[in-house]
């Protein structure tokens, strides 16, 4: 997805499984699952689960919680999109290390694409959601086999200019791409 237009409709979508020893899971949204819609480039509203659907948060949990979107050029496009950049404190919404997700977004320009989202399941079965693994570990390295003669370094991939070793990076068109994993606090860059 290219969204290229301010649509009152647009949305973004994070539904987040809940749960401080890792994803609970569940066939519903359960009290520990939150949900995030910023709708418009302009309206954030967080719901939790009640067991059986969502209802509306009177306030964000998470007082930490910052938000940008703007239509930019990206490392992997250039052609101007809309890139949601957001800092969330998982402590704060009730994520554990490992947790659950699902990313959603809508472009109302472009209705006939419908929604997209990774995991392409349902917003309401956290069980479909998908798996955010924690490891407190550095980055694995690769090790050197005798028997293949040693490439070149790969010159990297162009990162975000924000990125840092404790950021959660999501690319979000179709495919979601996990840069890093976060300790407490999730930072995620999206683009549609
Ligand atoms: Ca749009
Ligand atoms: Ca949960």
Known sequence: MSDTTNDPQDYWQICFDGGTDGPTGGGAPQSDDVRLDIVGHSTVTWYRGTGTGWTPMTASPDSQFQWKDSISGSPTSSTPHWILELII??????????????IAVYDASNSAAGVLAWPPTSRDVPDAWGDFPYSAEAAPTSSPSPTVTPTPTPTPSPQPETSTSNDIYVIATIVIIIIAVAGAVAFLKLRK
């Not at 404190?89 to 290390?97: H, L, S, Y």
Request: hydrophobic share 30%; aromatic share 8%; net charge positive.
């Open 89 to 102: 404190n998982k402590q704060n919404v009730g994520i554990g290390p490992r947790f659950g997700a699902r």
